[in-house]
């Protein structure tokens, strides 16, 4: 199989070294970009790709960076959005550990296409080893021409910075992020005015996931009409995904897109260990809803087949439960996560998950109330479409397909006295 | 206005155009329920009750109406099962943790969380008791009670903190759920205005003087007016049992007095109020026999004032005696006195108190009444020039305007000053001058050739005086606010903006908005300068970045390019000008001139309600000594201040809440104050006790005792006042007081240049310019600056007294 991403991930973090990259094909892109592109060919090119952002939303990348107005008062940014805190994720951090300059050279390219001059890593504080590789290579790109005032003497400048950000999941979100790196609150803003158009500092900025960038090159080199023959016709390209739970080999896996899922975790992930049976599959990080083993059978890694059984590719961190996983507990942990990740900002997240929280609790101690079950499903309901940044509907995701999914282990926390006593009471 | 025609639950209504879809509903009889969104505060969409579904532009979601801009054509349904789900489901969320301990909140009767549960929530909550996470209750500032678990996270007070206020005191700490309003210290240090407690929904934020005290349904509300400072802001005084108990710009049910501040009132106006109450109160006239000042009755009293009275008129004549007023008290009381100086005295020697820290309004009314600027039109100005003085602690609406200008409108501000002031934050140009040259600037205005003179008499580079000139010149409509520190001819001479610096053709003007617009589109830092720019740098993030939101009011117009206003100090010195009661008008002494001659040419003087001893400050033993010479001292006072402790005769005078009376504030703007409370103890007002004096030394002045015939004859007789009256003042609110403008004809120009040039060169070019970074709290120049009333505020007063201790500047150090 062709592979854009995962090229120099066995030289376990010798391409870090800019002559490592160099010497395995690094920056040719960049210098084929001056060569032969103009910024807005660099844009159609990864039109043509069908591109589609790595981050969890899965919106067209070119279609994103052709929204950036030509002609803008302020300055234009690029972010690279590295702040991977969805639960199951970890492919960014590969990507950066193991080829950082792959990345940095995605970024110049993108940063050529748009016309921004200084840009930005965003990155999460728990990835402070990896900023520091970031920082290395950074440094190396910057005596070698690749950054600075003059990239590769074609008179374009390009800064690049690391920053770090404190810990808190809400900084992934787009819009958030750019306060974050403004020096603000995480809060999400109001959009639109989209990024593209109303970004960092009030000038047009586009954020990317890491792994979105980092595909640039390949594309850059190969042509986005190849780029998106290594896919379907919609979801162009291949993909990274981090594979976690009942697996044998956990781990980050880059596969075409459209690949079974089960061909993955039954191949690539050699099964599930001990023999035992496939329950549930979270697909793309904690957030998407869950599906049956039954579903999971279905199912290719793209974006419209998760669509099919109601799922998402998200971050692409798929979770694999077998059969001796409680989804209750799942889902408890889950809920636990959005309930201390809500930034706060509007009602239905910030109530809803604490709400949602306290009724697991309680059923977690085989306390529930008759009825805690349709609760939950009716808070996640209120929650969802109604919370003012997606945080709130991947809080309500996850208890609703749960619950519809695997209403028996939900079912179990009901405590049944308490049922006889409350009507006697009544 | 330009309108759209948009469709509201199938009705076709009109909108301005632009108009926030929550406010165009709601004038047109359709509330949307909301907490977070409040009228010119940058929109939030965080509560997510004003849910409406928008079908033309067709949108898959709900929308909240408080970010969606009108346009032509929409179509919007209000009213829906779904909608109703979503907003009692909000209400749900809201209570889910909430205490709902209403018998014991003080916002319980005005609690916008309750009034929208019962119009818009269920009358059953599925969130039990037990699981509900406590925070506890707690003071984080002299005046501000936190109440954290019964929050909503509307962030009212946190917006009205940074946008109206500019003090960035108070924020959200933790996250999600455990989200608090607090300061990052837990104890908040601000300029203590209290609003963010007004704004507050429920009962989050109190106020520390009404926690406990009454319920809002005991409260009589009475719409009247502050007396603090001359900006004059309407306020709901609230009374219980003949107390009053507190003063609100909006009660929780978003009430408001109706006055030019709309929802704002400052520390002074919000907390000072208990002085009305206080036990020191003189509550009934006192004698002086021998070294004490004795209870007397009022007919006691009044007959040895009058007695006395006459017989140091009939031994030295009428203008041995001198009567002082203050600058606070009403038009009637003003009026009255100065008919009972002319008429029953036959004196000359009448003034209202000041001295050279008032407007030098003698100067500024020479030629004519130049156009005066009311709050409305500083936060529609183009361009702001602020002169001398420090509006955010002497006049706190003004500076709240100045702030709106800029934040809301764009408006250019341009200070010159010699001191540091917050304001500079909100500037486009601030220059720091000479203490005392401030008047070289008007020189430079008018008079292009003295740029560079002016400019190192002021210390500063020429190149900033001719930038202000260019700014001023091709701007469209400015407004100067000026303090104390312009004088005589400096004052005088703005009669001459008006023609030296006008905008030559309005595409000029045009142009040079549209490029200071573009600049602040533009400003932004760059991103790798090592300095990130902060939020504080750019106020102007508002109007950039929300552009439709420079909506709805039309801007006022003036028919003038040049509007001024005087910060005059008092609540009334407008008023008292206007009455007459001023020396330059009498042409007698004035009031310092009075107490001068204390003992020489003045027997006896007659003061109403001024504490002149305290007001001289270091001199007070000077003046003290002085009043000891004279052979009657009366004075009509609240409480026995330094002054009165001297008097002969006290007569116990009626607060701003139990008086009732005209006053006009520095927009020359009259305004209704009404009675909230009957008087305490015997005081009565001092417009009354003055005609009843008069009475006894045998003038009747026809007011029959009634306070309305006292503004009949005011309404007759004072220029700019025909065809007022106490009811229409009442319904119509703050009334602009008309009168002639300027006579350009008057103007010795020769002279009047002269007289400047001889300004300029009197200035001490030897004084150092204080280019000292702001501190925390600027107060050194405000120590002897706030109403002397305060003294007798426990809520304020200790402040105050911790203000004027700090004499180095203290530790935090906003950033420039
Ligand atoms: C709550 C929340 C958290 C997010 N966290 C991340 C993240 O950690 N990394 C990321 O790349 N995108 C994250 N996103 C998605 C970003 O908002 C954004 O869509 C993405 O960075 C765009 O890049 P892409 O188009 O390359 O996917 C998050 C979104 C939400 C709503
Ligand atoms: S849904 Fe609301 S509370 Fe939750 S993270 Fe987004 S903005 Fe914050
Ligand atoms: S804030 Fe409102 S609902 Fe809450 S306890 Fe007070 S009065 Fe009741
Ligand atoms: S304290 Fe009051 S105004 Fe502030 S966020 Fe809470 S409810 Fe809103
Ligand atoms: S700004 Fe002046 S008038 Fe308004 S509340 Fe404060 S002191 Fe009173
Ligand atoms: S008023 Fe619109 S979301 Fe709060």
Partial sequence: MTKVLTNRFDLKGGACDIDVYLKTGGYQALARTFKDFTPDQVI???????????????????????????????????????????????????????????????????????????????????????????????????????????????????????????????????TAL???????????????????????????????????LAAVPWIIQNGGEAYKALGTEKSGGTKLFTVSGHVNRPGNYEVAMGYPLMSMVNNEC????????????????????????????????????????????????????????????????????????????????????????????????????????????????????????????????PVQSAIQKFRDDFDRRIKSTLVQINTAAD | METVKITINGQEVAAPKGELLIEACEMNGVYLPRFCHFRGLTPQASCRMCVVRVDNPKIPKLQTACTMPVSDGMVVTTDSQEIEEVRSAMIEFLLSN???????????????????????????????????????????????????????????????????????????????????????????????????????????????????????????????????????????????????????????????AGGINHDFLCSLGRYTIDFVHNRQRVDRPMVRRGEHLVPATWDEALNFVAQRLSEIKAQNGGESIGVISAGRLMNEDQYVLRRFAEETIGTKNADFYHDDDEVDLAAFFKYGTPAIATQEHIQSADTILLIGSDPNEENPLTAFSIRWAVRQKAARLVIVNSMPSRLERQAQTAVRVREGSEPALIHALVDESRINDAASAMGVDAGQISDIRRVLVESAKVVVIFG?????????????????????????????????????????????????????????????????????????????????????????????????????????????????????????LYIAGEDVVSKAGGNASIVRSQLEKLDLLVVQEMFLTDTAELADVVLPVTSFAEAQGTQVNNGS?????????????????????????????????????????????????????????????????????????????RIDHADLHNRLAMLTAAIDRSVAVDSSELTAKAGSRLQNRYPLITRYSEMISPKLAEESALEAPAPVIFPA
């Fill in chain 1, 44 to 174: 159609e090119e990864v039109k043509k790709s069908a591109l589609r952002g790595r981050g969890g939303a899965g919106f067209p990348t070119g279609m994103k960076w052709g929204f950036v107005p030509k002609e803008s008062k302020r300055p234009k940014y690029v972010v690279c959005n590295a702040d991977e805190s969805e639960p199951g994720t970890g492919k960014d951090r590969d990507l950066m550990r193991y080829d950082p300059h792959l990345l940095i050279e995605g970024m110049i390219i993108a940063a050529y296409a748009l016309g921004a001059r200084d840009n930005y890593i965003y990155i999460r504080g728990e990835y402070w080893y990896i900023k520091e590789i970031l920082e290395k290579a950074i440094a190396q790109a910057y005596e070698r021409g690749y950054l600075g005032k003059n990239v590769l003497g074609s008179g374009f400048e390009c800064n690049l910075y690391v920053h770090p950000g404190a810990g808190a999941y809400i900084c992934g979100e787009e």
């Fill in chain 1, 178 to 212: 750019l306060e974050s790196l403004e020096g603000k609150r995480g809060h999400p803003r109001l959009k639109p005015p989209f990024p593209a158009v109303v970004g960092l500092y009030g000038g047009p900025t586009i954020v990317n996931n890491v792994e979105t």
């Fill in chain 1, 270 to 397: 050699g099964g599930i260990p001990g023999g035992r049976k496939l329950k549930a599959i979270i697909p793309g990080g904690s957030s998407v809803p869950i599906i049956t083993a039954e579903e999971a059978e279905k199912v290719n890694l793209d974006y419209e087949s998760m669509g099919t059984v109601g799922s998402m590719l998200g971050s692409g961190g798929v979770i694999v439960m077998d059969e001796t996983v409680d989804i209750f507990e799942t889902t408890m942990n889950v809920t636990h996560f959005y309930k201390h990740e809500s930034c706060g900002w509007c009602t239905p997240c910030r109530e809803g998950t604490r709400w949602l929280f306290k009724v697991f609790e309680r059923m977690h101690r085989y306390e529930g109330r008759p009825g805690d079950v349709e609760l939950l499903y009716d808070l996640a309901d209120k929650i969802l479409g109604k919370s003012f940044c997606p945080l709130g509907d991947a809080a309500a995701m």
């Fill in chain 2, 98 to 256: 909430h205490p709902v301990d209403c018998p014991v909140c003080d916002r319980a009767g005005e609690c916008e969380l309750q009034d929208q549960t019962y119009g818009f929530g269920e009358d059953r909550t599925r969130s039990q008791y037990d699981d509900k996470e406590n925070f506890l209750e707690r003071q984080i500032s002299p005046f501000i009670y936190n109440d954290p678990q019964r929050c909503v996270v509307c962030k009212r007070c946190t917006r009205v903190c940074e946008e109206w206020m500019d003090e960035f005191a108070i924020t959200t700490v933790n996250r999600g759920s455990q989200t608090l309003i607090s300061s990052f210290s837990g104890w908040v240090e601000c300029s203590d205005c209290g609003n963010c407690v007004d704004v507050c929904p429920t009962g989050t934020l109190l106020h520390v003087p009404y926690k406990y005290v009454a319920r809002p349904w005991d409260l009589k509300q009475t719409p009247t007016v502050c007396n603090f400072c001359s900006d004059g802001c309407s306020m709901l005084a609230g009374s219980r049992s003949e107390k009053l108990i507190r003063t609100v710009a909006r009660d929780g049910r978003g009430r408001t």
């Fill in chain 2, 484 to 604: 104390d520190e312009l004088r005589s001819a400096a004052v005088e001479a703005l009669a001459l903006l008006e023609e030296t610096l006008a905008t030559p053709n309005p595409e000029v003007a045009e142009a040079s908005r549209k490029a200071h617009i573009d600049a602040l589109q533009r400003a932004v830092k760059s991103s790798n300068s090592t300095q990130k720019p902060s939020i504080n740098e750019n106020p102007y993030t508002y109007i950039v970045e929300h552009p439709t939101l420079e909506v709805a009011a039309e801007p006022v117009s003036s028919a003038t390019k040049f509007s001024f206003v005087p910060l005059v100090r008092y609540s009334n010195s407008m008023g008292a000008w206007q009455m007459g009661l001023d020396s330059a008008g009498t042409g007698g002494l004035s009031a310092q001139a009075m107490i001068n001659a204390a003992g020489g040419s003045i027997k006896a």
């Fill in chain 2, 669 to 745: 703007q009259v305004q209704f104050v009404r009675r909230t409370i009957p008087p305490v103890g015997q005081a009565r007002p001092d417009w009354m006790i003055v005609t009843q004096v008069a009475r006894l030394m045998g003038t009747d002045f026809n007011f029959q005792g009634q306070l309305k015939n006292v503004f009949k004859e005011i309404a007759e007789k004072i220029d700019g006042y025909s065809g007022l009256s106490h009811n229409l003042l009442a319904n119509e609110g703050a009334t602009i007081i008309r009168r002639a403008l300027p006579d350009s004809g």
